[in-house]
């Protein structure tokens, strides 16, 4: 933070984000140097956290982290952060809907309100039966893949069905190593599944008293939630 720039320059595009709810602003400059401990433990408070209560919202508790931690180690830094927001028009084709430069929460705040109306589609109620189709030319592995998910989820009802076509999708991760590190421990636990498959039915479990477990009501409907168009990374 005192490197004696005359100024920093951050550029990036303001789209929904599974940790973070709204990509941009602060986290380019914290995960862009930071460690895997800092990476993991952000991502793993904002999984506990949930997804449903972050995706699309510019305020959560990962983004005041990083607010935080701007402050509180770069407060002499010169950054001035430029963000752009993105649509899609009725051909496919992608249009700049907004341009932002600030050094402060407000322009981000701004790109946030404006990528909720354009990189989101509203829903009135949620549904039974979603069916993704991801780019085949886009999305080759799980790692990108799995916005499928993440991007839907807050429009498929409660016990509904998410049907994830991806006819791109060839391996786990982006890295060799990693898909087959991510391949050899899915072969191990399936054998360990096959295993106690077995055993149960060499053993089958002892009897148990049978009871009527008590009823537990559905959570309400989430009338007017959002899905996020999957953005290229």
């Not at 599974?18 to 602060?26: C, P, S, V």
């Not at 009725?90 to 700049?96: K, L, S």
């Not at 993704?132 to 989820?153: G, M, Q, S, V």
Request: net charge positive; proline share 7%.
């Amino acid at each position: 933070a005192r490197g004696g720039h005359d100024l920093v320059l951050s550029f990036g595009q303001v789209v929904p984000h599974e940790a973070l709810g709204m990509a941009n602003y602060t986290k380019n400059l914290f995960i862009g140097v930071a460690g895997a401990e800092t990476i993991n433990f952000t991502h793993h408070i904002m999984a506990v956290y949930g997804v449903e209560n972050v995706m699309g919202r510019a305020s959560n508790p990962g983004r005041a982290l990083f607010d935080r931690a701007f402050d509180a180690f770069c407060p002499e830094l010169p950054a001035l952060f430029a963000m752009t927001v993105v649509g899609t028009k009725p051909d496919g084709a992608r249009v700049t809907r907004g341009f932002y430069v600030g050094d402060t929460s407000e322009s981000f705040g701004l790109a946030a309100r404006l990528s909720l109306e354009v990189n989101f589609t509203m829903v009135d109620e949620p549904h039974a039966k979603v069916v993704c189709l991801l780019d085949a030319h886009e999305y080759a592995f799980t790692w990108t893949a799995n916005k499928a998910i993440y991007r839907t989820r807050l429009m498929v009802a409660d016990g509904g069905e998410l049907v994830v076509l991806a006819p791109g999708v060839r391996s786990f991760g982006e890295r060799e190593t990693l898909d087959r590190l991510i391949r050899k421990c899915e072969r191990a636990t399936s054998a360990r599944e096959r295993a106690r498959a077995c055993a149960r039915l060499r053993k089958p479990d002892p009897p148990t008293l049978a009871t009527t477990p008590p009823p537990h009501p559905l959570p309400t409907s989430r009338a007017g939630t959002a899905t996020a168009r999957p953005q290229k990374r």
